[in-house]
Nanobody, 123 residues
């Protein structure tokens, strides 16, 4: 299992931007597919974005498409979520996830999860 530590959450006004980071332990990060998920109060956790192991393919929830960008820096063992044009409905705890099975597409599930970082968007 890999350890994942998210950072970058906070309070932002509607229309603002935030960049979340997720630092991963281990020496084989470059082979991992990664993802971001979120959970709002009283709701189930939902998919936000995924990126395949080589960073050649990304996938987004319809609700964030065009506003959020997922990226992966293998040299830094870090995955990012750039969030722009934030809306109050984006308020949630955001979780980073890794699929540590090598060379995954990001569509086969995730086996390691971070502790989450809170994002609050005020209207």
């Amino acid at each position: 299992q890999v350890q994942l530590v998210e950072s970058g959450g906070g309070l932002v006004q509607a229309g603002g931007s935030l960049r979340l980071s997720c630092a991963a332990s281990g020496r084989t990060f470059s082979s991992y597919a990664m993802g971001w998920f979120r959970q709002a109060p009283g709701k189930e956790r939902e998919f936000v974005a995924t990126i395949n192991w080589s960073a050649s393919r990304t996938n987004y929830a319809d609700s964030v498409k065009g506003r959020f960008t997922i990226s992966k820096d293998n040299a830094k063992n870090t995955v990012y979520l750039q969030m722009t044009s934030l809306k109050p409905e984006d308020t949630a705890v955001y979780y980073c996830a890794a699929d540590t099975r090598p060379y995954g597409s990001g569509s086969n599930g995730f086996d390691s999860w971070g502790q989450g970082t809170q994002v609050t968007v005020s209207s």
